[in-house]
């Protein structure tokens, strides 16, 4: 047993939460960089995960396993593997980016930053626990700081969409409770991977029940089409930083959810829904690009793009395929960190301009050099293009979607298209914003500062280390992914 | 260096990467660090070149970049001889070009980030050139597309430079789609997009040739956009709001030919079956038509030239989809240079009188008689003109479609040089002869400084001689060097064909001299005998309006009958289901008041309300009660009949 890292990722920011709460009220200063050493440490932990890692083996790593509720047979279980790891990661970075990002919050400072490290707890842990009872305490911790952080420093209609987020996504959990609940009461036990193990022993409208009910919960959180409306008013209203926690990390999970879960337990299940999955990803990839087009609030562009983006991670991940469900896991890596650097940037003009409508904008180029470049690259990299990671994942989804025995052509032909729709309402996105007559109103703003670049910098890294090089990711994958699709027999 | 050919790209990234972060606030330094880069990289080029010469052997290197047990992607570089001729062509334009710019962008405030957006491209279309595999293909290619997008729109406070380089990457892109179904469908039908690997396999004939064959003519989609084949060619013209060197440099002479690269490079998959190849060359001869007659009546200096390089790249496509391997790509390799001439010159003009309206000109070649004779010898070579490069590149192309027996594509070929000989002429007696139109234009009008003319003059010697490596006579000519299959093309030299090609081009500048130049027949008395047909080419055929109101409009229209729907009825539902529970919870609340709560309370109302009621029919009255029940009986009995 050696140092128990996964505990220390998951409550390091419990210390955080307690530290920041122990402060005074009016240290601001303090508060801030207490946050930030309380999210910097985990994301050094993080490294060290990630360094330590045995790539060649899908076998779950750093186990940490104790009894907890023998009476009732739940143990306090977690671990990791390649679906965790690059998450682990990722919720590492974008946590402690975010709370950097933060720093310009003004108004009680010190809840927010309290209840910012327990979304973090939350987030971690869903990410590494592997008994039922444990993931679903931590899939329900991380809706309360997230209904504050919308609800008390989001915009004007922070109420409505905090609450719209709370009960959506509680309304998703039951369904995944009652799922847990039939699960435990056929086999008695509530570990995860024992629970895939026996996989063999569920019959099949049992399988094909229980599948729906966790599909349905973590479909909420993807958000796959028709579930989606909650996301662009979160996200519209939420502060900037918990919407690039919003989109780099919580719609992840509702992906990673269903490879850890829906997959490995119900094989059959998967099968049979596997064209329904797709064509589902099909529409949110249509739908989404479409509605981006026709938005005129910035953030909420953005948003409904994320609608889009994660429609990728469906259709790959419906493939059943290794090139399909790695694409899958690319594009959740690749769209966390590309979408949070572009609510980042969304949050740098809004910060200076104070609104966020598309067209009070025009010509910044001119103005804001430095700000139109790093926009224009996160914006290319959006759309995929070549270089940057969002193709090398978009890519991978259309391969290995293409090549599934278990889904239609045509749904991938289709989905195509949703490539091109993508580049219309980028290009003319940044045509609005950046090009054309430089607008005087905004003869006063200032380029993007060194804290702002500081935060988006090792986002843009990554998206193109993993676009360059893409077995510098695949590495920790592969493994994984084999093994998940070996189940399937194909 | 054929071995380290990927090193060739490298310098000009270098040169970006340096100009972005460290020298931006230098102009000078950016500027000169970028010309040494890509001079670098052009004296690889000619090492590669001239082993691969004397070697003429195609090497290849991969290496892993992405791999599952099932499955593996890799990259990596292929270099044969069109890719030593391609380097060649990308490296000396490029080149000319960064000195030319040199003075052309003399004084602009975002000169430096010019020089680092040529050196993105530079990098990526030699990338492009020795990538060895069709998925690099298209990360470059998406590159080159990005550069061109960023340097079209390179001034773009212009709305319509901004548009136009929206709509050079929207109308690329969707051509890029069939690019990738095809890319998807090569990887599904065949397991591999490696050149050298998938041209082993079409050989060794074990492959699934109907597939790899519709796999095919999807990325030929993608280079008809690139190259502006018909029918997206529309970008192009609208292209040329980016800076001039830009025009020759992407819009004419490198990128633009990727298309007709990346059709050469996929010759074994194209021959594949008649049909396919029958595609190819008609959508060569569609374009070439068409946009020279767009360019006979155009007045925009710079977008004649777009038309005419649509029109030239046609030629191309047609070329190698009649099997001319050889001829296709040896026009692509002379084109470079004097349609880079072309447009290099109409920059020196644009750079003395300040405007793109060839009406507005005239006479300017006693101001500028580099420029005009540079641009001479240039429009002669494209009119193909004994001894000119144009004369021998497009002969082989005329002798490739007679030696198959393609009269209708000789036929198109022949036209389209007609036009090519009247436009051009047209053009340069417009622009240089006769008398200045815009007295002030012309009095401000002086010839460029060296650094722009000496580029002229090296293209000019380019647009005379390189052709000549073609000439069908020679033993060891360009046929030998780069050649389809294992043997080299060898056209029958074809002397009447060449007189042939020679009077179509002769008449062509003589019918613009009389009109033109001579003005012995009047331009308007034509454009008024033929007005419909005038209108029709003037408005390009009308394009532009067919696109907008068949796809544009159309696209914006239903994202916002999306949205509608999205807010009305998928948010409705949520709404809904939140506000019926809302309403569901009240209504029990009021049930529990009224209904549950209200029965025991009302239990007690009504025993007192009906004892109220009956208390006043007890009149103590016999009559009363009487009649009472004769109304009773009455009513039972009648309700008894009818049947109620």
Redesign the interface.
């Known amino acids: 047993m050696g140092f128990p890292i996964l505990s220390f990722l998951t409550f390091f920011p419990l210390l955080g939460v307690i530290a920041v709460l122990l402060l005074r009220r009016t240290d601001i200063g303090l508060i801030r960089w207490t946050a930030a050493f309380f999210s910097f440490v985990p994301l050094v932990a993080s490294i060290f995960l990630v360094a330590g890692y045995d790539t060649s083996t899908s076998a779950i790593q750093f186990i940490e396993r104790h009894a907890w509720f023998p009476q009732i047979n739940v143990t306090y279980y977690l671990g990791a593997d390649g679906l965790s790891v690059p998450m682990l990661f990722l919720t590492a970075l974008l946590s402690f980016i975010s709370i950097i990002a933060s720093f310009g919050i003004k108004e009680r400072v010190k809840e927010y930053f309290a209840w910012f490290l327990l979304l973090e707890v939350g987030m971690m842990g869903v990410f590494c626990a592997l008994d039922f009872f444990l993931f679903y305490i931590f899939w329900e911790i991380m809706l309360v700081p997230m209904y504050f952080l919308i609800g008390v420093w989001g915009g004007p209609r922070r109420e409505y969409a905090a609450i719209k987020f709370f009960l959506y996504t509680l309304f998703g959990s039951l369904f995944m409770l009652v799922a847990i609940l039939a699960l435990y009461f056929t086999t008695g036990t509530l570990d995860m991977m024992e629970l895939i193990a026996k996989n063999a022993m569920y019959g099949h409208s049992f399988q094909l029940w229980v599948f729906a009910a966790f599909f349905i919960a973590f479909a909420i959180k993807v958000p796959v089409w028709p579930f989606h409306t909650w996301l662009p008013d979160a996200h519209v209203e939420a502060p900037t930083a918990v919407s690039v926690i919003l989109a780099g990390i919580l719609l992840k999970m509702g992906t990673y959810g269903i490879l850890r879960v829906n997959f490995p337990m119900f094989p059959e299940a998967t099968k049979y829904f596997s064209i329904p999955i797709a064509i589902l990803g099909l529409i949110g990839i249509i739908y989404g690009a479409l509605v981006s087009m026709a938005q005129k609030d910035l953030k909420k562009l953005v948003a409904y793009s994320s609608v889009s983006h994660m429609g990728y991670c469906m259709l790959g991940m419906a493939a059943i395929t290794t090139v399909g469900v790695s694409g899958c896991l690319f594009q959740m890596f690749s769209h966390g960190v590309i979408t949070g650097a572009l609510f980042l940037l969304v949050g740098v003009i809004y910060d200076r301009a104070h609104t966020r409508e598309i067209a009070a904008f025009g010509g910044l180029g001119a103005k804001l050099p430095v700000y139109t470049g790093i926009f224009t690259l996160f914006g290319m990299a959006s759309l995929g293009l070549p270089g940057m990671s969002g193709f090398v994942a978009e890519f991978m989804v259309f391969v290995g979607s293409f090549n599934s025995p278990f889904i239609e052509r045509w749904i991938v032909i289709l989905a195509v298209l949703g490539v091109i729709l993508t580049a219309g309402y980028i290009l003319r996105m940044i045509q609005k914003m950046f090009l054309g007559q430089f607008n005087t109103k905004w003869e006063n703003l200032t380029d993007i500062n060194g804290r702002e670049i500081f935060t988006v910098f090792p986002l843009a890294v990554f998206t193109l280390l993993i676009g360059i090089w893409p077995n510098s990711l695949n590495v920790f994958l592969k493994a994984t992914v084999e093994n998940l699709v070996k189940i399937f027999g194909n | 260096m054929i071995h380290n050919g990927w090193l060739i790209p490298l310098f000009p990234l270098i040169s970006f990467l340096m100009i972005v972060f460290v020298l931006k606030k230098n102009q000078k330094a950016s500027s000169y660090f970028a010309i040494a880069m890509v001079l670098i990289s052009l004296v690889l080029s000619f090492i590669l070149f001239i082993e691969m010469l004397a070697d003429g052997h195609a090497y290849h290197k991969f290496v ?8 593996e992607l890799p990259m990596g570089i292929f270099i044969d001889p069109l890719t030593a001729v391609m380097l060649i062509v990308v490296t000396i334009v490029s080149s000319l070009v960064h000195i030319y710019s040199l003075g052309y962008m003399h004084g602009d405030p975002r000169f430096s980030r010019f020089y680092a957006y040529l050196s993105l491209f530079t990098f990526s279309m030699l990338g492009l050139v020795v990538a060895g595999s069709y ?1 690099l293909i ?6 080159v597309g ?1 550069t061109s ?1 960023l340097l079209i ?1 390179f001034w ?2 212009k ?1 319509i430079a ?2 136009a ?2 709509k050079a ?2 109308t690329t ?2 051509a ?2 069939g690019f ?2 095809g ?3 090569l ?2 039908a065949a397991h591999t997009a490696s050149i050298p690997e998938l041209n082993e396999l079409i050989e060794s004939g074990h492959a699934p040739m109907t597939l790899i064959g519709i796999a095919g003519i999807l990325m030929f989609m993608g280079a008809c956009g690139k190259s502006a084949q018909f029918p997206f060619h529309v970008w192009l013209p609208d292209a040329m709001e980016g800076p001039t060197p830009v025009s020759a440099l992407i819009h004419a002479a490198t990128m633009v030919a990727a298309g007709v690269y990346l059709t050469a490079r996929m010759m074994g998959i194209i021959l594949v079956s008649e049909a396919m190849a029958t595609v190819v060359a008609t959508i060569g001869a569609i374009t070439a038509v068409m946009a020279a007659s767009i360019g006979l009546v155009q007045n925009d200096i710079k977008r004649i030239l777009a038309y005419s390089t649509v029109s030239q790249l046609g030629y191309m496509i047609m070329a190698l989809g009649l099997g001319g391997y050889t001829a296709g790509s040896f026009h692509l390799f002379t084109h470079a240079f004097f349609k880079a001439l072309l447009f290099l010159g109409a920059g020196s003009v644009i750079h003395a009188v300040h405007t793109n309206n060839i009406q507005e000109m005239g006479g300017l070649h006693g101001k500028m008689k580099i420029t005009s004779i540079t641009f001479l010898i240039a429009s002669l070579s494209i009119a193909g003109i004994f001894p000119l490069s144009g004369f021998w590149s497009k002969d082989e192309i005329f002798a490739v479609a007679y030696d198959g027996g393609h009269y209708f594509f000789l036929a198109a070929g022949i036209a389209a040089a007609f036009m090519t000989a009247f436009y051009m002429f047209r053009l340069y007696f417009l622009t240089f002869t006769g008398t200045p139109r815009d007295r002030h234009a012309y009095d401000h009008a002086h010839e460029s400084p060296l650094n722009m003319t000496i580029p002229l003059m090296i293209l000019a010697v380019l647009s005379v001689c390189a052709g000549w490596w073609g000439i069908p006579w020679l033993e060891h000519g360009y046929g030998s060097f780069v050649k389809f299959g294992h043997h080299a093309h060898h056209a029958e030299p074809n002397i009447a064909l060449m007189a042939g090609s020679l009077l179509v081009a002769g008449s062509g500048i003589g019918f613009a001299y009389l009109v033109y130049r001579k003005k012995v027949i009047s331009a308007e008395a034509i454009g008024a005998r033929f007005k419909p047909l005038y209108k029709l080419l003037y408005n390009k055929y009308y394009f532009d309006e067919l696109y907008m109101a068949a796809i544009v409009n159309p ?2 229209k ?3 009958i ?2 509608r729907f ?1 807010q009305v009825v ?2 409705g ?2 709404n809904g289901a ?1 506000k019926l529970t809302l309403w569901w919870s009240w209504a029990k609340e009021r049930f529990d008041t009224y209904v549950i709560d209200g029965a025991v309370n009302g239990a007690g109302y009504l025993s007192l309300a009906i004892g109220r009621v009956l208390r006043r029919t007890q009149t103590g009255q016999l009559q009363t009660y009487a009649l009472v029940v004769f109304i009773g009986a009455v009513i039972l009995i009648f309700m008894k009949f009818i049947r109620i």
């Open positions: 892993n970049w992405l791999s599952w047990s099932d499955f998925v298209l990360v470059f290619w998406e590159l990005l997008y729109g773009f406070e709305k901004a548009d380089g929206k990457f929207v892109k969707l890029d789609l990738l179904l890319l998807m469908l990887l599904f696209t914006y239903i994202t916002e999306f949205f999205d998928i948010d539902i949520v939140a």
